[in-house]
């Protein structure tokens, strides 16, 4: 199992929601310092950000390897669209293993939201 941090479309209540079919919610959490928001135009992408004081809000998950396989796909992880890698999190998941999206792409033109999504 991976342990998945989403922050966008892939939450509770919105229109990608369904991919978390049939795999465990740990909660509510929230990156460590180092990343921000920008509004992609119907969703968000995650970015590493060097202002301090910069974190996201989100939801931590418990993936299975064939769910982890289907947001990758979802996410364009082969396009380069966006990459899954490690992140940390905030109290109570400091030292907690988890996962997330980033993304890779251009930002130009788009606005920042900070740390949640919608804004």
């Not at 390897?65 to 490690?86: F, I, K, S, T, W």
Request: aromatic fraction near 10%; proline fraction near 7%; include cysteine.
């Amino acid at each position: 199992m991976t342990r998945l941090f989403v922050y966008g479309t892939l939450k509770t209540g919105h229109e990608n929601h369904h991919y978390l079919a049939g795999q465990r919610r740990l909660g509510p959490a929230s990156t460590a310092e180092g990343y921000t928001l920008f509004s992609l135009g119907d969703y968000p992408g995650m970015v590493r950000s060097a202002e301090p004081g910069r974190q996201v809000l989100g939801e931590l998950w418990e993936v299975d390897p064939a769910c982890l396989a289907a947001l990758d796909e979802l996410e364009g992880v082969a396009e380069g669209l966006y990459e899954r890698v490690a992140v940390a999190l905030q109290p109570p998941y400091v030292g907690v293993p988890a996962e997330t999206y980033l993304y890779l792409r251009s930002l130009a033109g788009r606005r920042e939201l900070g740390r949640s999504w919608p804004a």
